[in-house]
């Protein structure tokens, strides 16, 4: 013997209902088989609305029981063949009439009793077996139509309809001996009581149906098919990477379910369970899949962690005080005046103070909780012994599943470090004396980040997360984006890392989404953001976040921003920047930041404040590291520059060159920044300071091609000077010219000081064909008999942005 049981999703309408009796067709030809089904779907709760708008005299009972036999007349019409359609019509109609004159009482006498309201919701389930009945006789399927009614009896007690078991089972008996048949049709859900009155089984009340057939029969197994492909690794529709779990335990099972999965219901398997049969849950609408065997022992996994499951609607009601210290009894109180309550206490910790005392219970319960705890004690909280029972609401429990969990070494560990890592606060903690889960409670709020960041951690692809925050939305920083959009696949799968981009500002609004920023709506979530009008506000909200493995991306060149460098750190947050005033500020500063990053132990990258993707930091750092000594540096340090003076020749004036090279996106938005050399300065420094000299910018020697006049007033009035005075650039480059030279603007490091400066460069010189924006580093050391070379594109948004990627990886 089987058992099947349908949900209402299952014969919720024609289409679904073929699909069911394809499943049983084939059933059938393997061994006798019970079949169970649901009322369609939305019908019980359709039944109950009607009975309580009839309870308050309203004639609106009516429309509702109408929609219900419009769509039940429907169902009959698409499913069932001509020859059996008038009869099934009519069966139709004289259930659904007793149903108008049960509602027609409720109306008249505008009161309804538990007793009537079992009666009305138990239509449903009649309606859809009757009409699944008739489906099958249409196609010559023999088989028996019971009602569940003359097999399963219930007794009342307290408010609550109880399965008196010894008489159901017997009436299970007799009912498989009276009729030998291979299949029987049951609906589920209703039974009745000792005077034959209708009862209801309550939630999941088809499948206890089920599962008292089962295990009244004895059956080899009961398979339950909804909508789902059995029990989830986690909610599928929160954790779209969820996977089927293939087999589990009972205990597994009950404890996922406990918590929030909704693919069984607990009590109502127990009949099964008592008895060792396994429940196989399946999908209606894949019914190849293989789906969950629920089993006393199922085999052994690699991991043994089953699953994760969370419940919502969680109030926390929080015990506290002195007088509970070393004495007995306030515990018990508390449950008892609980239980008393029926309030259901879904988790429990205690402080091993016993100072405080904390349990979990459905929020709906909670103010009434309140009122009947803080009257129980209420003598003691006159004396102040006792602090006012306080409730919080808007929490959730998240339970990691899994057998011998007291036993798998380090599990709650990482359950409670993956929360830290996305900045998930965990308000209460608990393992079930079972030793089936590690329950924490987390705020609603969180509660679906949190259930993603647990599964990562315990189902997903080993990979680390890196969180960033952006200042600066300008050339550089969309770029960045838009590389880390088109590279997000090759980083995870090349170096294990998934790059969450968690905020991004400009100098206007801000965004953060601890979840990640949608890449493909970035410029209208941020044009509709957040005001930052402080500039501290995003830094706040970054703060708040306190998400694991942090990096702070500084695309700006602002030293507002830079300022807060130091705060970062001390948040525990790693900064990657092309800023590079923080960089070549006051050493002291410098070294300040420096030896923050490293108390704070997190990371501070800076490689693209002095070329661009060129690594010149870090070759310097490598040479500096095994033991080579660099004696001097020569460089050409600005690629904007060096595009200035490669391309001019006298046949364009100076003027429209450094207006192509704005106009390309090689030079600053205010172009006299470059031409000032300041760029360069601020590179120099940094260099300086990584070969080990205390440098500042004022040390530094400088030769200007620019007296002062150009920078006065606007960017207009500074090309105006440059346009006048062409001469002068012309003779520059024909006097370099004359001497077989070409112009370079340099900078160089020896002996401990550094200098820059225009430069007639010799033919002979590796600086003479520098081409376009190319940068290059001359490094003279110990180990190297000819000058170590660093050359290439030195400015671009597109090759800034790739080297601030490639520092980010190294986080």
Not at 555 to 562: D, E, L, N, P, R
Request: charge should be neutral.
């Amino acid at each position: 013997m089987q058992v099947l049981k349908f949900g209402g999703t299952s014969v919720a309408d024609s289409v679904n209902m073929e699909k069911v009796i394809s499943i049983v067709k084939n059933a059938v030809e393997h061994d006798k088989t019970m079949v169970v089904a649901s009322a369609i779907s939305g019908c019980t709760d359709s039944l109950a609305l009607a009975g309580n708008t009839a309870a308050a005299h309203d004639k609106k009972y009516v429309e509702i029981i109408d929609r219900l036999e419009d769509r039940h007349l429907k169902l009959i019409d698409e499913l069932v063949s001509s020859e059996y359609k008038d009869e099934t019509f009519a069966a139709c109609r004289e259930i659904i009439k007793n149903l108008r004159e049960i509602a027609n009482g409720v109306y008249l006498i505008r009161e309804i009793s538990n007793h009537t309201v079992d009666l009305i919701m138990s239509f449903g389930e009649i309606l859809s077996t009757k009409i699944l009945s008739a489906k099958l006789n249409s196609i010559n399927i023999s088989h028996k139509w019971i009602d569940s009614r003359t097999i399963i009896r219930t007794e009342r007690h307290q408010s609550q309809n109880i399965v008196d078991t010894k008489t159901t089972n017997a009436n299970i008996r007799k009912m498989l001996l009276k009729n030998n048949c291979k299949l029987y049709l049951l609906p589920g859900f209703i039974a009745t009581d000792a005077q034959g009155r209708t009862t209801t089984l309550g939630r999941g009340g088809s499948d206890y149906t089920a599962s008292l057939l089962a295990a009244g029969s004895s059956a080899r197994i009961l398979e339950i098919w909804t909508d789902v492909t059995g029990m989830m690794t986690a909610d599928p529709r929160v954790v779209p990477e969820a996977r089927t779990i293939g087999n589990i335990s009972y205990k597994e099972a009950l404890e996922l379910s406990h918590f929030g999965a909704k693919v069984v219901y607990p009590p109502t398997i127990q009949p099964v369970v008592s008895k060792g049969i396994p429940i196989y849950v399946k999908n209606t609408f894949a019914p190849h899949e293989r789906g969950t065997l629920i089993e006393s022992n199922p085999p052994e996994t690699q991991g043994k962690i089953r699953g994760i499951s969370s419940s919502n609607r969680i109030a926390l009601l929080s015990m506290e005080g002195n007088g509970m210290v070393g004495i007995p009894g306030y515990s018990s109180r508390l449950f008892d005046t609980l239980a008393k309550n029926e309030i259901n206490i879904i988790l429990i910790t205690q402080a091993s103070s016993v100072h405080t005392m904390c349990v979990a219970i459905d929020e709906s319960a909670a103010d009434k909780a309140k009122i009947a705890v803080d009257e129980t004690f209420a003598y003691e909280i006159s004396l102040g012994k006792v602090e006012p029972l306080k409730v919080e609401k808007g929490f959730s429990i998240i339970s990691l599943v899994g057998n011998d969990m007291k036993n798998q070494s380090g599990a709650s560990g990482r359950m409670f470090d993956a929360l830290g890592r996305r900045g998930i606060n965990i308000r209460a903690i608990a393992q079930g004396s079972s030793e089936k889960n590690v329950s924490a409670v987390v705020a609603t709020a969180d509660v679906n980040d949190a259930t993603r960041a647990i599964h990562h951690e315990f189902f997903g692809e080993s990979k680390q997360i890196i969180n960033l925050f952006i200042a600066g939305y300008g050339s550089v920083g969309k770029q960045l984006i838009e590389i880390i959009k088109r590279q997000q696949q090759h980083i995870e799968r090349q170096r294990g890392k998934q790059i969450v981009i968690a905020g991004l500002s400009n100098s206007k609004k801000y965004i953060i989404n601890k979840a990640g920023i949608n890449f493909e709506n970035i410029d209208n979530e941020l044009s509709i953001g957040e005001n930052n009008l402080t500039g501290d506000d995003y830094f706040d909200n970054i703060f708040s976040c306190s998400l694991h493995n942090t990096v702070f991306v500084d695309c700006t060149a602002s030293k507002y921003v830079a300022a807060k460098y130091g705060d970062l750190f001390m948040n525990g947050i790693s900064v990657v920047t092309c800023n590079k005033i923080a960089c070549s500020s006051d050493f002291s500063n410098y070294k300040m930041l420096v030896e923050s990053a490293k108390k704070e132990k997190v990371s501070f990258k800076y490689e693209t404040t002095v070329g661009a993707a060129l690594p010149v930091i870090s070759v310097i750092n490598q040479i500096v590291n095994s033991g080579d000594k660099i004696h001097a540096c020569e460089a050409v340090l600005s690629g904007s520059l060096n595009f200035i003076f490669a391309s001019y020749n006298g046949e364009k004036s100076f003027a429209q060159i450094i207006r192509e090279a704005q106009n390309l996106g090689y030079t600053e938005p205010d172009p006299r920044l470059d031409l000032s050399a300041t760029d360069i300065l601020r590179k120099i420094t940094i260099i300086a300071r990584e070969l080990g000299l205390p440098l500042e910018q004022s040390n530094i020697e400088k030769s200007l091609f620019l007296s002062d006049e150009y920078f006065e007033g606007d960017i207009e009035n500074f090309y105006s000077a440059v346009q006048k005075n062409e001469s002068y650039f012309k003779k520059l480059y024909n006097d370099a010219m004359k001497e077989n030279k070409k112009l370079r603007f340099t900078a160089n490091i020896k002996n401990g000081k550094a200098k820059t400066g225009l430069e007639k460069i010799d033919s002979n010189h590796p600086f003479y064909n520098l081409e376009g924006t190319d940068n290059a580093i001359l490094l003279y050391t110990d180990f190297y008999k000819s000058p170590l070379r660093i050359q290439g594109a030195g400015a671009g948004a597109k090759q800034t942005a790739s080297g601030i990627l490639n520092d980010i990886l190294l986080n």
